[in-house]
């Protein structure tokens, strides 16, 4: 499984940035997708996850700024980040827990990140 994320960027305090991440290669079910975080010294965190059932969770820092949602016929995920802070820049990485036609067990496949960074 790929995974293709796109949409970082260099945005200001308090401005917008849309991530997408789509997933490609012999999937046969994607189960969830998500997107994480790792700023600079600091360990990778989760910020949004999603089921293909479409239920949600969000770390609370983001919680009423960003928004999930996803395609599931096109096996994309977005990230829309509204209101952004300073202490949101990291580099943002995309994960799909996916089956394959390889690999009936659903297993975490990890995009290679996307770097956003919020001026003040």
């Known amino acids: 499984v790929q995974l293709q994320a796109s949409g970082g960027g260099l945005v200001q305090a308090g401005g917008s940035l849309r991530l997408s991440c789509a997933a490609s290669?012999?999937?046969?079910?994607?189960?969830?997708m998500g997107w994480y975080r790792q700023a600079p010294g600091k360990e990778r965190e989760l910020v949004a996850h999603?089921?293909?059932?479409?239920?949600?969770n969000y770390a609370g820092s983001v919680e009423g700024r960003f928004t999930i949602s996803g395609d599931n016929a096109k096996n994309t995920v977005y990230l829309q980040m509204n209101s952004l802070k300073p202490e949101d820049t990291a580099v943002y990485y995309c994960?799909?827990?996916?089956?394959?036609?390889?690999?009936?067990?659903?297993?975490?496949?990890w995009g290679q990140g996307t770097l956003v960074t919020v001026s003040s």
């Open positions: 290669g012999n999937i046969i079910k994607i189960n969830a």
């Open positions: 994960l799909a827990v996916a089956q394959t036609s390889r690999d009936l067990m659903a297993r975490p496949y």
């Open positions: 999603m089921t293909s059932g479409g239920s949600t």
